[in-house]
């Protein structure tokens, strides 16, 4: 994945030079989006809709075809309800979310559509790495007691979120610099599921005295995630 990032860089320092260049910024939002965690124990989507801010650029091959780089950053919160429902069993439990976050860095190709007018549609495709952050964690408060568990059978569950793929395809509509895009995107990461999968209790009493000590196990499940999300841009594009 390293290789592909540096000839996502390569490209576009080589055809820079040239003129025909575009520069887009865009913000947009999800219309929708999925990103179910599933094994034979649960399954539930983890993600709200969320936004992304970006920028991409162009070099004109001729011809209505495009080709170049792009950069954006996405953010998605937890859906708590859900995450409390699959990781929490009871009130002994503290929950601690932070968000999806990612960082996709994307070689990317587009073909404009010849209208011999300001208004110009076009479709494009995305291929790249994506770096992925986040976390959602439930940890057992409880005093006093033997008994850990929730629903799973797992103690102090921990999801993290790694690095994957990314891929898009699109379409959209250009008026003079300005521009509106619809896209289907995919952005693929593992996610890590550390937890405690067992406490054990145990007491010796000598010369009047107990001592009491636990004996923890822990394990961890990787999962694959693809979250996959529809969405509306808007922009500005700078050419030179």
């Keep these: 994945m390293k290789k592909l990032i540096l000839s996502v860089f390569i490209l576009t320092t080589l055809v820079s030079f040239a003129e025909g260049n575009s520069v887009d910024v865009r913000a947009g939002l999800d219309l929708g989006s999925k990103s179910k965690v599933k094994n034979e124990d649960f399954s539930f989507d983890l993600l709200k ?10 070099r004109n091959l001729g011809a209505g075809f495009e080709a170049g780089a792009g950069i954006f950053y996405k953010r998605n919160n937890f859906k708590k309800e859900v995450l409390d429902d ?6 002994s439990y503290d929950t601690k979310y932070k968000s999806f ?3 996709p860095i994307y070689a990317t190709a587009r073909y404009n559509f010849n209208t011999n007018s300001d208004f110009v549609p076009y479709i494009k495709a995305n291929l790249g790495y994506s770096i992925n952050s986040g976390k959602a964690e ?3 408060t409880g005093v006093g007691t033997s008994k850990y568990y929730d ?5 102090n569950e921990k999801f993290e979120f ?8 699109g379409t959209g509509l250009k008026y003079k610099n300005f521009f509106a895009d619809l896209s289907y995107n995919v952005i693929r990461a593992k996610v890590e599921n550390n937890y405690m999968s067992s406490a054990r209790y145990s007491s010796v009493t000598a010369s009047g005295t107990t001592t009491r000590s ?6 961890k499940d990787d999962y694959k995630v693809n979250n ?7 922009g500005y594009s700078f050419e030179f």
Excluded: C, M, P, Q
């Design 49 to 58: 809709k969320g936004f992304e801010i970006g920028t991409e650029y162009r």
């Design 138 to 140: 439930s940890n057992y």
């Design 228 to 234: 996959r999300f529809v969405t509306l841009s808007f």
């Design 101 to 103: 976050n990612a960082v």
């Design 86 to 91: 699959a990781l929490v069993d009871e009130a």
């Design 162 to 169: 790694k690095n994957g793929l990314y891929y898009g395809l």
């Design 151 to 155: 629903i799973a059978g797992k103690l």
């Design 214 to 219: 636990t004996e923890y196990e822990f394990d």
